[in-house]
């Protein structure tokens, strides 16, 4: 069974920094797509990034364009969003999720997810 688990989540001013790192426990993690979303209290579940298998391409939401970036370690089974300029309204909590089928944006394209890590950035 495939497990993914976040972990680099916190608490952070804005203009701060974060890395978040997502492990997968998965025999060929060279296979999966891999995508970062995330979930601020009352809203929908958002896309915020994902890369291709190969690392070859990256994809962001726009609201974070140029200052996240998505990059993965298939050595380690990896995968990581390095956050920099954070703002109050990154606060969320961030899931990493897994595709074998294609990159998207969509939610619906990723299984499975982890569990989370909660971001939050103070003005």
């Known amino acids: 069974q495939v497990q993914l688990v976040e972990s680099g989540g916190g608490l952070v001013q804005a203009g701060g920094s974060l890395r978040l790192s997502c492990a997968i426990s998965?025999?060929?993690?060279?296979?999966?797509?891999m995508g970062w979303f995330r979930q601020a209290p009352g809203k929908e579940r958002e896309f915020v990034a994902a890369?291709?298998?190969?690392?070859?391409?990256?994809y962001y939401a726009d609201s974070v364009k140029g200052r996240f970036t998505i990059s993965r370690d298939n050595a380690k089974n990896t995968v990581y969003l390095q956050m920099n300029s954070l703002k109050p309204e990154d606060t969320a909590v961030y899931y990493c999720?897994?595709?074998?089928?294609?990159?998207?944006?969509?939610?619906?394209?990723?299984?499975?997810w982890g569990q989370g890590t909660q971001v939050n950035v103070s003005s």
């Open positions: 998965a025999r060929t993690f060279s296979n999966y797509n």
């Open positions: 890369i291709n298998w190969p690392g070859s391409s990256t």
């Open positions: 999720a897994a595709s074998t089928l294609f990159v998207s944006t969509a939610p619906a394209a990723y299984n499975p």
